[in-house]
């Protein structure tokens, strides 16, 4: 009988004790920037969204149908080697962007606007729902709410030049659903912040961020 060390070994994890806290919201709502400061501040191992790394990302947004179900399988199987690997390391870990965030957010958005193909989408949502089963929701999830207008001056201020022709519909529209989803979700502890009036770098307002998150790891609400 054949044997699959790498998925015994992931499934033999599951009942150690590590941290999982992933990081949710639009995108240039702040996601890696306090990925990035919250796993220096507790310690935690960050992982982080491939995008200077995905083959298709240039691609999509010259011409989304095209490239939409390409682009949203590589992150659907980047999330869940992540995940894989998360809990493997016995490690406590924060990760920028969730694997839900793929099908319920971007992938329904792509879906509904026309720009992936009904078959695709079926294909993509057997394949999610398949892959879920293994998974379990992280210990907290932080969603970071944001306005358009503060999207876009984030997006402006980092200046990555494929992100340059994102529209404020397709913003307004991914805004839209993760609201949704968040309204609905019930898969583990759930911390939403503002990001409109507060900057994640300033001392100050990380100092206020990291109180609510231990507040919300310690059950304190």
Same mark, same amino acid.
């Given at each position: 009988?054949?044997? #699959?060390?790498?998925?015994?070994? %992931?499934?033999? @994890?599951?009942?150690?004790?590590? !941290?999982? &806290?992933?990081?949710? =919201? ?15 501040h507790f310690n935690w191992k960050p992982h ?20 939409? #179900?390409?682009?949203?399988?590589? %992150?659907?199987? @980047?999330?869940?080697?992540?995940? !894989?690997? &998360?809990?493997?390391? =016995? ?42 089963? #293994? ?87």
């Amino acid at each position: 009988m054949p044997t #699959f060390p790498y998925f015994s070994n %992931f499934f033999s @994890s599951l009942n150690k004790s590590i !941290m999982h &806290i992933a990081v949710a =919201g639009n995108i240039g709502s702040g996601k890696t920037t306090l990925t990035r400061l919250l796993a220096k501040h507790f310690n935690w191992k960050p992982h982080y969204e491939e995008v200077e790394h995905n083959p298709y990302l240039d691609s999509f947004y010259e011409d989304m149908q095209r490239w939409s #179900f390409n682009i949203q399988i590589f %992150f659907l199987n @980047s999330r869940f080697r992540q995940v !894989m690997d &998360i809990r493997n390391s =016995g490690k406590d870990v924060i990760q920028d962007r969730t694997i839900y965030e793929d099908a319920h957010i971007f992938a329904a958005n792509l879906y509904s606007m026309g720009l992936m193909e009904t078959r695709d989408f079926e294909n993509y949502q057997s394949l999610f729902e398949l892959m879920t089963k #293994f998974l379990q929701p992280p210990d907290l999830l932080i969603y970071l709410r944001a306005s358009v207008p503060t999207l876009i001056r984030h997006i402006a201020k980092r200046n990555r030049e494929f992100e340059q022709s994102i529209s404020i519909n397709y913003l307004t529209n991914l805004n839209e659903r993760y609201e949704e989803w968040i309204k609905n979700y019930h898969e583990g502890k759930l911390l939403i912040i503002d990001t409109d009036n507060i900057e994640l770098e300033n001392p100050e307002d990380l100092s206020t961020v990291v109180d609510r998150i231990e507040a919300s790891l310690n059950g304190l609400f």
